[in-house]
């Protein structure tokens, strides 16, 4: 089993549609988790941190489960900008230890 | 303006030869890293170092060598043993508990 895994898409969604996309991890020791954007042949781009307490930022809401060990974003309203790969980033425990990138979710959003 | 630099943008090797990448940082981050991404998938960690004059393989760290004699610097180093070396290279760093910060990558291929 992969420590992170995600959906790799496409989702192929209308602008001003909400998607979701969930994103499971192995390790339950794991401590921080973030979400990042991937444009094709660009850098990843940190979209957001995630909270124990769920956090919201705009149009996009991270939510953590560790019962269930899934992180999920969710988009609303999107946008043609939003089309890119998102990728759910896990670390197994604090300090410098190295993070775990899942494969990415592809979003693409059409007129 | 602070960030990561990686250089060259584009690199080709030839057989045999060995290159460098070039990545470096004026965050004053302890932590540095390097991945892989060929096309279509996630990200594959190389090599890190969470402390000057200290470094750790990562998952894939065959064919591939570091250096890390200064905080801002960590130059990869693509052997000749690395006999696929044509992928997208990405440096990055972070201070403890927080996300990492992306270099904008280098990309090479085989002549």
């Known amino acids: 089993r992969k420590e992170v895994e995600q959906d790799p898409g496409p989702f192929n969604v209308p602008e001003g549609a909400t998607v979701a996309f969930n994103c499971t991890y192995s390790n339950s020791a794991s401590q921080s988790f973030f979400w990042y954007r991937q444009d094709c042949r660009k850098e990843p781009k940190l979209l957001m941190s995630?909270?124990?307490s769920g956090n919201e930022d705009g149009r996009f809401t991270a939510q953590l489960n560790r019962a269930s060990q899934y992180i999920s974003l969710l988009i609303r309203d999107s946008k043609l900008s939003d089309s890119a790969t998102y990728l759910c980033v896990v670390t197994p425990s604090g300090g410098y230890n190295k993070l775990i990138f899942g494969a990415g979710t592809r979003l693409a959003v059409h007129p | 303006d602070g960030g990561i630099t990686q250089s060259p943008k584009y690199l080709f090797r030839k057989e045999g030869q060995n290159v460098t990448l070039s990545c470096e940082q004026n965050?004053?981050?302890?932590?540095m890293y390097w991945y892989r991404q060929d096309p279509g998938q996630g990200l594959r960690l190389i090599y890190y170092?969470?402390?000057?004059?200290?470094?750790q393989k990562g998952d894939i760290a065959e064919g591939y060598s570091v250096s890390r004699e200064k905080k801002e610097s960590f130059p990869l180093t693509v052997t000749s043993a690395q006999k696929n070396p044509t992928a997208f290279y990405l440096c990055a760093s972070r201070d403890s508990n927080q996300p990492q910060h992306f270099g904008d990558g280098t990309r090479l291929s085989i002549l």
């Open positions: 965050l004053n981050h302890d932590a």
């Open positions: 170092s969470q402390i000057v004059n200290d470094f």
């Open positions: 995630v909270y124990s």
